[in-house]
């Protein structure tokens, strides 16, 4: 079973920074997506960013410019670079991953794409 352990939550002033981590139990096996997602309080799942094993990226366009998605590999550990925090981004962040069949990947950023969940780290920003 693969897992997934996020870290690096926290609480933050607004425009302060936050660096999340998320270390995989498991190499994929095959092409693959990671992407970020949270739960803001009263509000609905969000994707947050994507990438995947094919060199694509992508953000919702709410933290683009102020977010950095990206990978290392070899250590299996997927961050989440944060900046310019905003009261909006509070919430509670999961990393997930799942396969990219076909070779093609569409990063839809829509939890239906993922098969792996953590089980979260919280993000509370105030001002």
């Known amino acids: 079973q693969v897992r997934l352990v996020e870290s690096g939550g926290g609480s933050v002033q607004v425009g302060g920074s936050l660096t999340l981590s998320c270390t995989a139990s498991e190499y994929a096996y095959g092409d693959y997506q990671l992407g970020w997602f949270r739960q803001a309080p009263g509000k609905e799942r969000e994707g947050v960013a994507a990438l995947d094993s094919l060199g694509k990226i992508r953000y919702a366009d709410f933290v683009k410019g102020r977010f950095t998605i990206s990978e290392d590999n070899a250590k299996k550990i997927l961050y989440l670079q944060m900046n310019s925090l905003e009261s909006e981004d509070t919430g509670m962040y999961y990393c997930?991953?799942?396969?990219?069949?076909?070779?093609?990947?569409?990063?839809?950023?829509?939890?239906?794409?993922?098969?792996?969940w953590g089980q979260g780290t919280q993000v509370t920003v105030s001002s």
């Open positions: 997930a991953r799942g396969k990219v069949y076909g070779g093609i990947s569409y990063l839809r950023l829509n939890s239906a794409d993922f098969d792996y």
